[in-house]
Nanobody, 116 residues
Framework: QVQVAESGGGLVQPGERLTLACALS????????VAWYRQAPGKTREFVAI???????DYGAFAKGRFTIFRSDRDNTIYLQIDNLDPADTAVYHC??????????WGQGTQVTVAT
């Protein structure tokens, strides 16, 4: 059983940078595929970025350029850096881990609010 815990959200101003963390435990970190999703109020959940065990990454179309996903094997943590935050980035950001057997594990999410 993999435990997933997101952190790092909060109230930030437009134009700032924020780094979210997804701490993983209970599994073999280096074989996990981990993705970030977000869900804004009244909208469906959308894919943000993904990090594979071999460190390959991919991004949703809107996320290319301002979002960076990276992983720390030492900390068993996946990070999502968001640059030049915009009010449209306001959402609950969720982290999901998938093991080699295809089982998915989700965290509770962390709220990001971008406002002046």
């Amino acid at each position: 059983q993999v435990q997933v815990a997101e952190s790092g959200g909060g109230l930030v101003q437009p134009g700032e940078r924020l780094t979210l963390a997804c701490a993983l435990s209970g599994g073999m970190f280096h074989v996990l595929t981990v993705a970030w999703y977000r869900q804004a109020p009244g909208k469906t959940r959308e894919f943000v970025a993904i990090s594979f065990g071999n460190h390959r990454t991919d991004y949703g179309a809107f996320a290319k350029g301002r979002f960076t996903i990276f992983r720390s094997d030492r900390d068993n943590t996946i990070y999502l850096q968001i640059d030049n935050l915009d009010p449209a980035d306001t959402a609950v950001y969720h982290c999901a881990a998938e093991d080699p057997n295809g089982r998915q594990f989700w965290g509770q999410g962390t709220q990001v609010t971008v406002a002046t």
